[in-house]
């Protein structure tokens, strides 16, 4: 497995292998398909960061729920700020990393 991305408190793998995704969480590991990995990266994106500082969202709390229903995860603002680096991070990785083959 390689390691695509590490944020503060999350870090992404790909396996080559197999093609899956994995994104390690402070109490979990999940396994994604890329399809599954670009839902997430839409759930995150959509985290809207401004309602956690400005008082609409009171209690700084997100909840995602991945792969079909088979995980739910629940963040806080700082956890949240993390995921968007995240995930920033991974795709841009993935980016260079096909440049990089395209290239070769």
Known sequence: MNTLYKAQKFTSFQCDNS???YIEFEHKTVKLSFCQLLAFREQ???IDLDAHF???NKHGIEIL?????SHIL???T???IA???LM???FAMLELNSLLTATA
């Open 19 to 21: 093609r899956v995704f």
């Open 78 to 80: 700082l956890e949240c």
């Open 54 to 56: 400005s008082g609409k």
């Open 83 to 85: 995921l968007k680096e």
């Open 74 to 76: 629940i963040f806080g």
């Open 44 to 46: 995150v994106k959509n």
């Open 88 to 90: 920033q991070g991974t």
């Open 65 to 69: 729920v991945l792969c079909n229903r």
